[in-house]
């Protein structure tokens, strides 16, 4: 996925791009808590850097509205390559959090259905 919006030719709000790391770190957390199956990450870790995530996104004003003075968008308004790197680093976040949500759950695929 790409950081620009295709609709309207626009970087993805870095908001936007927040909101969603965090569902995708929770919903691994959440899938570790639910599996009784072996992984090298426990919902503790994740819970870590979930808290490390928000703490760093609540300081840099990444969680105001693109329209807010105290947003991202606008207090790098006159440092658009620091907020682009920013915005990358978001979506590779993202990106990496979203392939991890699922390869936790193991599939039968003889039944075609998930054990844990």
């Not at 992984?39 to 850097?49: D, I, K």
């Not at 658009?80 to 990358?88: E, G, Y």
Request: with cysteine; hydrophobic share 35%.
């Amino acid at each position: 996925m790409d950081t620009w919006d295709v609709t309207h030719d626009t970087p993805t709000p870095v908001l936007e791009r927040c909101h969603s790391c965090i569902a995708s770190l929770k919903a691994i957390r959440s899938v570790l808590s639910s599996s009784s199956s072996k992984s090298h990450l426990s919902p503790g870790q994740v819970n870590e850097e979930l808290e490390r995530l928000s703490l760093w996104m609540g300081n840099i004003g990444a969680l105001h509205e693109p329209g807010s003075p105290l947003s991202m968008e606008s207090r790098l308004r006159e440092a658009q390559d620091v907020l682009s790197h920013i915005q990358k680093l978001l979506r590779d976040v993202d990106e990496v959090a979203g392939e991890r949500k699922y390869p936790f759950i193991m599939y039968d695929y003889h039944t075609d259905s998930p054990f844990r």
